[in-house]
Every structure is written in structure tokens, then in C-alpha cells.
Nanobody
Framework: QVQLVESGGGLVQAGGSLRLSCAAS????????MGWFRQAPGKEREFVAV????????YYVDSVKGRFTISRDNAKNTVYLQMNSMKPEDTAVYYC??????????????????WGQGTQVTVSS
């Protein structure tokens, strides 16, 4: 069982930066692909980024490419999401998620077995 705890959310002005962290418990973190999703009020949960278990590959939703970077430190059981050049439309609750199976459907929430509680990110214009 993996438990995930996000941190680093907050209020930032448009054009600013935030770095989210997701700390995982358990000895098997390095076996999981890790994803970030977000959910704005009244909208469905949206895929943001994913990183493979060894960190060798990353994928992003088009709207964040070139602005967001996902990374992981398996020695620290932590995955990060660096968010730069932020926009008001990035406002959402951000969730990290863990996928033990390494699904090719990395963009689908139902591919992930474990979820954090979420952290609020608000970007003011």
C-alpha cells in the first residue's frame, strides 16, 4: 500500500512559479509510475504529467508543455511538479497518483491505484 501526501500549493500571481511535492510512504515507490492530475471547480479531473518508474520518460498535457516539469527522486520517495509561467487557467486542486502497472493509458485517472488528498493551487490574474 502506498500513501501519498502532496504539498507546495498556494496562491501565486500569473507568470509566477510553484513547485509541488508528493511524498510517498512504503518501500516500493521506485516501482510506480507517478502522475499529476488537476481538477478545477465544475470540471473533470485532468491529466497533467506522468513520469515512468525509473524517471526515463515523461509525458505532459499540451497545455502545460514547456511550462511544467515533472521529476522524481526515488531515494527520497518523492515526485515533483515544477510549474513556471503560470496562468489563471492552471488554478485547480492538484493530485499526485501512483500506478504500479505502468499503464499505457497514463492519461486516465482509472489507471492509477493510489491517490493523494490534493493541494490547492490558485493563480491570480
Amino acid at each position: 500500500q502506498v500513501q501519498l501526501v502532496e504539498s507546495g500549493g498556494g496562491l501565486v500571481q500569473a507568470g509566477g512559479s510553484l513547485r509541488l511535492s508528493c511524498a510517498a510512504s512504503g518501500p516500493t515507490f521506485s516501482k510506480y509510475a507517478m502522475g499529476w492530475f488537476r481538477q478545477a471547480p465544475g470540471k473533470e479531473r485532468e491529466f497533467v504529467a506522468v513520469i515512468t518508474s525509473n524517471g526515463g520518460r515523461t509525458y505532459y498535457v499540451d497545455s502545460v508543455k514547456g511550462r511544467f516539469t515533472i521529476s522524481r527522486d526515488n531515494a527520497k520517495n518523492t515526485v515533483y511538479l515544477q510549474m513556471n509561467s503560470m496562468k489563471p487557467e492552471d488554478t485547480a486542486v492538484y493530485y499526485c497518483a501512483a500506478d504500479f502497472l505502468g499503464s499505457i493509458r497514463y492519461y486516465a485517472p482509472d489507471s492509477y491505484q493510489h491517490w493523494g488528498q490534493g493541494t490547492q493551487v490558485t493563480v491570480s490574474s
